[in-house]
DNA sequence: TCTGGGGTCCTAGGACCC
DNA sequence: TCTGGGGTCCTAGGACCC
């Protein structure tokens, strides 16, 4: 029996929500109708366009492209910042709406969803349910989604990203020839910017060549992912909607410097701060680590990365932050640094662990601090609690630099 | 001109064991 | 002197996603 699946995704997310925050807030203005993005901040080097109204796109803004080039393809942009709890909290409201057709969801990012309607249909058609869910959303939470309607979830989502926005699209098998196939080969999910000119060279330009083309060749030439693409511009895709909660299998932080840094002292007190927000998250998902990851990028932007197991899974600030430290040293070569970031992965669950842990009093001790901390940061936010060695950070950034 | 931050999965090569 | 092959685990890097 066929599979009955939805794929719902939000029109411009980040700031379709934002402006209907900015309206409930009593804003004049609806940023969706004027050329507007969402964008980091330039001054702390990370300004970059996360996303754009539809005015904004006329004017040629891609997603993650640079704000300066954004500025310069449209001078009288208007761009906002980004707020993540505003965005948790819009994305929780569709969630909980879509739940009234299916509790089988899974909430593949922040802003889209993939629905499993199989045993959900109540005598109505799949589409009819689609176009129910396209209303009622913008009803009542006032933003608009777009609902891919298929038998499996790769033709869910590209159908979903048809045209846009506000609408509904299916994709069922006897319209992939005239829907799909045409389309470039950019288009398909799961090929990206290294994939696709490798394609074109192979003469596989369209959706269309690469369901045609010859399976072994692909397979040959990039592996797994050969056929995984193959497959994909067949339609085939036997995977399930995940829609039970999965614990994360790594857990990282990483940060872009507001300015480079070339001074090992100086990148080990960063490194403190994200040990803090990583053992934190690790210690909220009752999770211990076994692998500690640090990672660095240049001025140059050469990324690399050094990791390295410890003796016993933990989630103890002090044992990870001790591990992290020994690895920054072991492979930064007084290179002017642009990012660092912290990693954690190997995840097991703590209650697995704890009865056989061997503990002595300094873990022990290590461990009460922790959880105190943890309690202080929950009632008051995280930045509340400092450690004495975070104050000592330079207020002022251009003195990190040699 | 300036290029985020959070993830997952895969691969190639080396170490080590039998 | 010449020297296997299979398996597992680990690491660094890369590709992709939103």
Known sequence: MERQILHVDVNNAFLSWTAVDMLK??????????????????????????????????CGVKTAETIYMAKMKCPNIKIFPSNYK????????LYNLLLKYTDKIERFSIDECFLDMTNYLMNDTLLNKAKEINKRVKNELGFTVNVGVANNKLLAKM?????????????????????????PISELFMLGKK??????????????????????????????????????????????????????????????????????EKLEEILLILTEQVTYRLRKNNLLAKTVNVQLRTKDFEDSSHQGKLLIATSSTKEIYQKAKELLKQFYKNESIRLIGLRVDNLTDKEEVQLSL??????????????????????????SITRAREMNLPQNPTKWEQ
């Open 86 to 93: 505003i965005y948790k909290e819009y994305s929780d409201k």
């Open 358 to 383: 061997f503990r002595n009093e300094d873990n022990e001790k290590q461990r009460k601090l922790d959880s105190t901390l943890d309690e202080l940061k929950q009632k008051y936010g995280f930045n």
């Open 195 to 264: 994939t696709v000119p490798k394609l074109y060279n192979m003469q596989i330009k369209t959706i269309g060549d690469l369901a045609k083309a010859d399976l072994k060749i692909l397979n040959k030439k990039f592996g797994k992912h050969g056929i995984l693409m193959w497959e994909y511009a067949n339609g085939i895709d036997n995977s399930e909607v995940k829609y039970k909660f999965e614990k994360p299998k790594g857990i990282g932080n990483s940060i872009t410097l507001p300015q480079n840094i070339s001074n090992i």
């Open 25 to 58: 807030k009593g804003s004049k203005i609806d940023i969706r109708e004027i050329p507007a993005i969402i964008g980091g901040d330039e001054t702390k080097r990370s300004g970059i366009v996360l996303a754009k109204s539809t005015k904004a796109k006329e």
């Open 159 to 183: 159908a979903s990203d048809f045209t846009k926005p506000n609408r509904v699209h299916t994709l069922f098998k006897e319209e992939i020839p005239y829907k799909m196939w045409n389309l």
